[in-house]
């Protein structure tokens, strides 16, 4: 049943048709609004939004300290709008991805606590309509797409007549992914360079405090914690061995999720007899999120279907991707206190 959205939900779910008609606001005048005193206000909402997603378990806000007033709501969905323009022009991907990711938690946080017809209208509003507590098989397919657990394969599923069921609990975390995958699928938005223009101190430092998480999450760069396979893709790469282009994406976008900036990255490859700085400059940053590409490094199950997965070690037998594998040889499990 539809039900009618009161004040208070546009800043918890700004991402809703609902909410940006609320807002009412030409897109075309961004410029003037940054200009204005409200604008400046946004901004400040927009950044607090963007620190929020890069802090390590993105802190989501109860619903206690949403604003209630008219100014305040808009305030809030002017920030959530702001952030998404600040994080598109910083073009990287990764910083995108945070941000999705972060939205979705903090809506799936509010969702807990809302009555079955809000879930379903939100639901409903991010293409997700569910048939009581079931979901049809495509669409159930389409959202699960991203969620590598066991449970939610199809095979371990009750299928019946078309339909997929679900439990409550399972709903509030599929409109999770779904949220997710929608808001990162419209990132980077096209901005005007003008705009960019103006908000550059702001992405200036969210692209730094992205950088400063990344090495807090995996420290200063260490080669010889590198998993088997990067060492490989390094050594014949140092070797002037012919590197398939699956290993040459696999070992880029492993130093890019490191951290090392695409300068570094090329110093690298600097090492390779055959170096082009040109063509590596370009596969570089089209690689690290440039142009709006998937950054992420495959897992090892990728890397073996690739033919570049070395695994050999014991370490190898406890991960699922060489991004966990580097993280745990850098951080060893701490042993128990001697007795
Ligand atoms: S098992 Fe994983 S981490 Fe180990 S070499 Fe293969 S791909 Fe790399």
Request: hydrophobic share 40%; charged share 25%.
């Amino acid at each position: 049943m539809r039900v009618a959205l009161e004040l208070k939900d546009f800043s918890k779910y700004p991402f809703l048709k609902e909410s940006q008609e609320f807002m009412g606001r030409d897109t075309e005048a961004i410029d003037q609004f940054l200009l204005s005193t409200a604008g400046k206000v946004a901004v400040r909402h927009a950044m607090d939004r963007i620190r929020a997603a890069l802090r390590p378990r993105g802190t989501v806000l109860s619903e206690a300290e949403l604003p209630a007033d008219s100014l305040g709501v808009k305030m809030a969905v002017s920030g959530y709008v702001l952030a998404r323009i600040i994080i598109s022009c910083a073009r990287d991907r990764g910083l995108a991805e945070r941000l999705a990711r972060y939205e979705a938690q903090r809506a799936y946080a509010l969702l807990l606590d809302e009555n079955p017809e809000t879930r379903d209208f939100v639901a409903a509003g991010v293409g997700m309509e569910m048939a009581g507590s079931s979901l049809s098989v495509t669409r159930y397919v389409e959202v699960v797409a991203g969620l590598h657990e066991e449970r939610w394969r199809l095979v371990n599923r009750d299928v019946h007549a078309g339909q997929v069921r679900v439990t409550p609990e399972e709903i509030d975390e599929l409109l999770r992914e779904r949220i997710r995958v929608i808001l990162e699928r419209q990132l980077p938005l096209k901005v005007p360079g003008k705009v960019c223009g103006m908000l550059q101190q702001q992405t200036d430092e969210v692209t730094a405090a992205f950088r400063a998480s990344i090495l807090e999450q995996f420290g200063a760069v260490e080669e010889s914690c590198f998993p088997p396979c990067i060492q490989a893709l390094v050594a014949a790469l140092t070797g002037g061995t012919n590197m398939p282009h699956q290993g040459r994406f696999a070992l880029t976008a492993f130093l890019h999720n490191i951290g090392m900036n695409p300068a570094e990255i090329i110093a690298l490859f600097c090492r390779a007899p055959d170096f082009d700085l040109q063509k590596t400059q370009y596969q570089v940053e089209h690689i690290s999120g440039r142009g709006g590409t998937e950054y992420t490094a495959p897992s090892c199950a990728a890397m073996r279907t690739f033919g570049i997965c070395v695994g050999s070690d014991a370490l190898c037998e406890r991960v699922s991707h060489p991004l966990s594998y580097y993280r745990k040889k850098k951080k060893p499990e701490k042993k128990p206190e001697p007795t």
